[in-house]
T-cell receptor, first 111, second 114 residues
Framework: QKEVEQNSGPLSVPEGAIASLNCTYS??????FFWYRQYSGKSPELIMF????GDKEDGRFTAQLNKASQYVSLLIRDSQPSDSATYLC???????????FGAGTRLFVKA | DAGVTQSPTHLIKTRGQHVTLRCSPI?????VSWYQQVLGQGPQFIFQ???????GRGNFPDRFSARQFPNYSSELNVNALLLGDSALYLC?????????????FGPGTRLLVL
């Protein structure tokens, strides 16, 4: 079992719709969770981080964390074509000095 | 404010050669991590350094080494290059020890091994 799993996609949504991206992780000791966006040929850029169970909203983005079920999700409201990118879920577990990334989910927003 | 900088941006080497990649963290950041990203995959952790000490190491062979300097900049060295080392090498910095902190990535160095 991979430590951080994401559906590779591609996930295709029409402009203005809600895009839902999901991520599961295997280490129950995980404490910090991050979503990065990566455009083709570019480096990852941070979208959001979440540490506590529940929802965290920032503009059009909402991160959701459920530690009991070991999943974290990212909702993108009013999706725009500029949101088309690969979204990387990253998890940091206590006891180690490394952040583990999933393989990413490719999102396409159709105009 | 300058973000994380990396040099060079692109590099072409042949098998068996050695390469040194460089990274300067965001001003005030003390922790630097290195990642390898192969096309179609997420970044894979290689090393993390804090205050010039190695704090974490991923599952990479001993051909990979790194160090951090007093000004918090860092170098990643790869010896005896293999074709499979072709990848985007990313450096990320964080303000403190890096324990669960947000990391900010540089633009990366794209390495091609022929």
């Amino acid at each position: 079992q991979k430590e951080v799993e994401q559906n590779s996609g591609p996930l295709s949504v029409p402009e203005g719709a809600i895009a839902s991206l999901n991520c599961t992780y295997s280490d129950r000791g995980s404490q910090s969770f991050f979503w990065y966006r990566q455009y083709s040929g570019k480096s990852p850029e941070l979208i959001m981080f979440i540490y506590s169970n529940g929802d965290k909203e920032d503009g059009r983005f909402t991160a959701q964390l459920n530690k009991a079920s070991q999943y974290v999700s990212l909702l993108i409201r009013d999706s725009q074509p500029s949101d088309s990118a690969t979204y990387l879920c990253a998890v940091w577990a206590d006891g180690g000095f490394k952040t583990i990334f999933g393989a990413g989910t490719r999102l396409f927003v159709k105009a | 404010d300058a973000g994380v900088t990396q040099s060079p941006t692109h590099l072409i080497k042949t098998r068996g050669q050695h390469v040194t990649l460089r990274c300067s963290p965001i001003s005030g950041h003390k922790s630097v991590s290195w990642y390898q990203q192969v096309l179609g995959q997420g970044p894979q952790f290689i090393f993390q350094y804090y205050e010039k000490e190695e704090r974490g190491r991923g599952n990479f062979p001993d051909r990979f080494s790194a160090r951090q300097f007093p000004n918090y900049s860092s170098e990643l060295n790869v010896n005896a290059l293999l074709l499979g080392d072709s990848a985007l090498y990313l450096c990320a910095s964080s303000p403190g020890q890096g324990k669960g902190e947000t990391q900010y990535f540089g633009p990366g160095t794209r390495l091609l091994v022929l």
